[in-house]
């Protein structure tokens, strides 16, 4: 998706060096200029590998997990971009300069046509809201997982998984009528 942005902005593919989310931490050489928009549970101050410059646009994090390191860290790379109201409120509390961006996927493509054949998909909804579904929609509801639970190495000959997370985006994008979910990406 950040792709996407980059490719907004006229940033040609070929200037781009790709990190494996994995490596974060670890991450030795150059330096690199690294935007992040994630949900990260880890404390920020331990994540980012010395060799890696971020740009927060937008991040979530538990508030009650956030410790004085983490602010004193975050101190030196602001602005900071949350997505979501909890993150920033917290954030501001602590004299961190803030601001509310939401999800990146916000900047993703729009389909042109509404979906001739009308798909519901169910990702991640928390169970009171499968319950209150009408019984004709949880009937032909597609059922998914957000989160992709194979390694590097089990995914389909020939494929990343940045082009196993495109065709997700693409199948939401082109077959859904309605998504029922609890994350912030999916139901943006």
């Known amino acids: ?23 974060v931490s670890t991450y030795k050489g150059e330096k690199l200029i690294l935007p992040i928009n994630q949900a990260i549970s880890h ?3 331990q994540f980012f590998s010395e060799d890696i ?10 508030a009650s997990a956030v410790s004085d390191e983490e602010i004193a ?12 109201e909890e993150t920033y409120k917290c954030l501001i509390s602590k004299g961190v300069d803030a601001y509310l961006n939401g999800c990146i996927t916000m900047t993703l493509e729009m389909r042109e046509t509404e979906p001739s054949e009308k798909r519901v998909y169910v990702i991640e909804a928390p169970e009171y809201a499968i319950e ?3 019984a004709e929609l949880k009937e032909k509801a597609c059922f998914l997982e957000n989160v992709c639970y194979m390694s ?5 000959e020939g494929k990343s998984m940045e082009d196993v997370v495109r065709e997700r985006y693409n199948e939401l ?7 029922v979910t609890s994350r ?3 139901a943006s």
């Open 132 to 134: 209150c579904m009408p």
């Open 43 to 45: 404390p920020l101050n």
């Open 1 to 23: 998706i950040i792709k996407d942005f980059y490719k907004k902005l006229n940033v040609s593919e070929d200037e781009l060096y790709v990190l494996d989310f994995n490596d």
């Open 184 to 186: 912030m990406h999916i």
């Open 73 to 84: 860290y975050l101190k030196q790379h602001e602005p900071i971009g949350c997505r979501d």
């Open 173 to 179: 994008k082109e077959h859904a009528s309605l998504v």
């Open 53 to 62: 410059i971020p740009i927060i646009l937008g991040v979530s994090r538990d």
């Open 152 to 156: 590097y190495q089990d995914l389909p």
